[in-house]
């Protein structure tokens, strides 16, 4: 085709994962006439731009919209970790494990079980909250102002990629698992008529959800939660 010429996209080792296995190598040609931007030939190859840092044409820092000639050498690298990002989150609807493990952490962690992509994309932005999904189609959506894809497929390993990427404070035991509200610490007398005996006579210290008005204490399980926010921690 006349006027077409050819950039050369070298992907970071990280993000070639995303890559079609027949381009999973250090250096892809790309046919270019000249109009497309440097954002979009790094996404025609799988990479969303959530998971990339400084582009870099022929060695200079350029931004996504910026239309590279033919022949120009494109650098994508990994987006840099921590990553500034307000720590709230959103969660798709695959994630439900992880989102649990966060709220054990106190992180403010929305989630549905129901929620559409399109949903997710309109609740994300309206509440400044950062995306997390494995689905990298929702991530190349141009509406996504804050996103990620989150790494591993055991909810622990999920939760560590979380955690290295953006760092978020965590307080452990502060929030709702169930519905993500901020728990507030009740007496045992407050609750006596609703747990059992035996509960009464084994734990002393209590919290309540206001929102949906389940009774939290560091039950049989805590010993687990406390492996996993121990593990977090430590990550």
């Known amino acids: 085709m006349a006027g077409m010429g050819e950039v050369t996209v070298r992907v970071a080792e990280e993000l070639r994962f995303f890559l079609p296995a027949k381009r999973r190598r250090a250096a892809v040609r790309l046919p270019h006439d000249g109009t497309a931007s440097t954002g979009h030939l790094v996404e025609s190859l799988g990479v969303p731009l959530t998971e990339v840092g400084e582009l870099r044409a022929d060695g200079r820092p350029v931004p996504p919209a910026h239309r590279p000639a033919a022949g120009t050498e494109i650098d994508v690298p990994p987006v840099a970790r921590p990553q500034p ?11 439900g494990k992880l989102a649990r493990r966060m709220r054990l952490l106190g992180l403010d962690t929305a989630y549905r079980n129901d929620a559409a992509d399109d949903e997710l994309i309109a609740e994300s932005a309206r509440d400044g909250r950062v995306l997390l999904t494995q689905d990298r189609g929702i991530l190349r959506r141009r509406a996504v102002r804050a996103g990620a894809y989150v790494r591993g497929q055991d909810p622990d390993e999920q939760l560590a990629d979380v955690l290295d990427r953006f760092a978020p404070p965590a307080a452990p035991w502060t929030r709702c698992t169930a519905c993500n509200h901020p728990l507030t610490p009740v007496s045992k007398e407050d609750v006596a008529a609703e747990v ?8 002393d210290h209590y919290a309540r959800c206001p929102a949906c008005l389940r009774i939290y204490w560091r039950g049989a399980h805590s010993r687990r939660i406390e492996r996993i926010i121990r593990t977090a921690r430590g990550r």
């Not at 990002?85 to 994630?95: E, G, Q, S, T």
């Not at 059992?196 to 734990?203: A, C, F, H």
């Open 196 to 203: 059992r005996p035996g509960t009464r006579r084994t734990y």
């Open 85 to 95: 990002a307000p720590p709230r989150f959103l969660l798709d609807v695959h994630l």
